[in-house]
Structure formats: structure tokens, C-alpha cells
């Protein structure tokens, strides 16, 4: 079927639209299925950031707006349903750290997003390592950064294995905007 | 995975082991003797590790926590905020402070 050029860039609009939203709510399922059931492998402070794998999918897939608009969409609707005002500055600033970071990496020629995931792993975990010492008004809790540097490392390794499969198959699928 | 991801990969871990091993040498994870206990950033109470006590940490916002020290063991048995990361996080150790957020409480082992 062919379509005029007016109606072919109205219905791209509107399914980025709805692709945008469908994201959205998948990242926030993601956190809710987080907040039930943590894996945090018995390390306090260690997430596996399934939420992360629809922003690493996203980044490659869809527009930068577009992958900013589900990230904070799920960082305050989280927050508002599962957290407080705490778990709000963890997560913005984590969220923001990693994505500015897995930016950066994509620009950089050379990483697939297994390596820009795992960057965002390392980069969300110091985001939130250095709220905790401003909040917490505890230095101390830096000692805590080598661990967060390896399971950041190792999680967002998974996620980006994960993403790497599913942006594989949603190029495919044609199924990008 | 391409060759600039395993030497991201292998350059993290690599910044863990030398942050490790300075900490290491510099003494930060071993030899703790002292019980230190703030809340929002100040000191409230410091115990010696060794005694063994119950101390109930009461916070301005009505909160709680449950301090057992028992056999050079420091750890929290009760809280009042919902997600009891505190008490799940087990025994304080020098690297692995426990922290309960909603409370502004960290508990440290520190050297005198």
C-alpha cells in the first residue's frame, strides 16, 4: 500500500508516538518487577537495572527526545509509586549520570552497546554512590565504590547482551523510529 | 562484544583493584575496634566493638533503629522504615558501612 507523503510522515509520527509510550510503560514495569523482586544478589546497593535495558534499547532504536522522555517518565512515575523523595535523587541522579555517559560512548566509535551498557552500569552506580555520601553527609561510604565499580560493570553487561538481541530484532522488524 | 567494550570492562575492573588495593594499604578495611554511629552526618554515639549492648537509635522524624553489638559483631535487628535494607545488610564492617537512608542513620567500624 502507498501512501502520500503527508499521511506516510503522520503515521510515522504517530508511531513513534505510541512506541514512545509503550516504552514508557515497559520501563516501568521493569521497576515495579524490581522493586517485588530485588536482585541485589545479597549486596545491598546492587540492582541489575532491568529498567536500564529499555534506555540502552531506546538509544539505539529511537531518538535521543525520545529515550530522555521515557527515562524521566519512569524515574518520577517509579518514584511517586514505589519510592520517596530519597529513592527520587538515587534514581535521578543515576539515571542522568548514565545516560550522559552512554551518550558520550555511542559517540565514540568502537563500543557496541554491550560496552555503552556497561558504562551506564558503572557511571548509574557512582551517580547514586555520590548522592549517598551528600546525603548521608558520610564520606565513608566511598569505600563501598569498588564493589559498585564490578557489579556496575558486570549488570551492565548483562543488560547490554540483552539489548544488543533486541535491537538486532527490532531493526529487523523494521520496528524503529 | 568488540575489543573497545572487553578493554572498558577490563579498565573498571582494573580501577577497582587499585582502589582496593590502596584502601588496603592504607589500613581502611581491617583493624576496626570502634562502633561509630551518625545520624545526618554527625556523630551521635560511638561504642567500643568488643561489648557486647542493645542501643535503640531514635532519629527527629520518629524513626528508629536497633543497634545489637554481640561477639565483635555490630548489626541492626529492627527498624522503623519500611524497606529494611539496614537489617537485611547484616554486620557493619569497615568497608561495608550499614546504612539506613530513610533515617540519615550510617553505622561505621572505625579505628581509634
Redesign the interface.
Known amino acids: 500500500m502507498r501512501m502520500s507523503d503527508n499521511q506516510s510522515s503522520h503515521s510515522v509520527r504517530t508511531r513513534g508516538m505510541a512506541m514512545t509510550a509503550l516504552f514508557a510503560a515497559l520501563s516501568i514495569v521493569f521497576g515495579y518487577i524490581e522493586h517485588l523482586i530485588p536482585f541485589d544478589f545479597g549486596i545491598p546497593g546492587v540492582k541489575l537495572g532491568l529498567a536500564n535495558l529499555v534506555i540502552v534499547t531506546m538509544m539505539y532504536t529511537f531518538s535521543k527526545r525520545q529515550t530522555l522522555f521515557v527515562l524521566f517518565v519512569r524515574i518520577f512515575v517509579c518514584a511517586m509509586l514505589f519510592g520517596n523523595i530519597y529513592s527520587l535523587l538515587y534514581s535521578l541522579a543515576g539515571g542522568v549520570l548514565s545516560f550522559g555517559i552512554m551518550c558520550v560512548l555511542k559517540k565514540i566509535k568502537g563500543f557496541s552497546p554491550i560496552g555503552v551498557s556497561i558504562g551506564g552500569g558503572v557511571a548509574h552506580n557512582i551517580g547514586q554512590l555520590a548522592v549517598a555520601i551528600i546525603v548521608l553527609n558520610s564520606p565513608n561510604i566511598a569505600l563501598y565504590l569498588p564493589v559498585l565499580l564490578i557489579s556496575g560493570g558486570l549488570t551492565g553487561g548483562v543488560i547490554g547482551t540483552c539489548a544488543n538481541t533486541i535491537i538486532n530484532r527490532l531493526t529487523k522488524a523494521d520496528l524503529t523510529s | 562484544?568488540?575489543?573497545?567494550?572487553i578493554i572498558?570492562?577490563l579498565l573498571?575492573?582494573a580501577?577497582?583493584?587499585i582502589?582496593?588495593a590502596v584502601?588496603a594499604l592504607t589500613g581502611?578495611?581491617t583493624g576496626g575496634d570502634k562502633v561509630v554511629v551518625?545520624v545526618?552526618?554527625?556523630v551521635y554515639k560511638e561504642f567500643p566493638l568488643n561489648e557486647n549492648v542493645e542501643y535503640k537509635i531514635e532519629t527527629e522524624n520518629g524513626g528508629y533503629n536497633l543497634l545489637v553489638i554481640k561477639d565483635g559483631a555490630a548489626y541492626v535487628t529492627e527498624a522503623s522504615c519500611p524497606d529494611k535494607?539496614c537489617v537485611?545488610?547484616g554486620a557493619a564492617q569497615?568497608?561495608?558501612?550499614v546504612?539506613c537512608?530513610?533515617n540519615?542513620v550510617?553505622i561505621?567500624i572505625?579505628k581509634d
Open positions: 562484544m568488540k575489543k573497545k567494550d572498558l570492562l573498571i575492573i580501577a577497582a583493584l582502589v582496593t584502601l581502611a578495611f551518625t545526618d552526618g554527625e535494607v537485611n545488610a569497615e568497608i561495608k558501612p546504612v537512608a530513610p540519615k550510617v561505621t572505625e
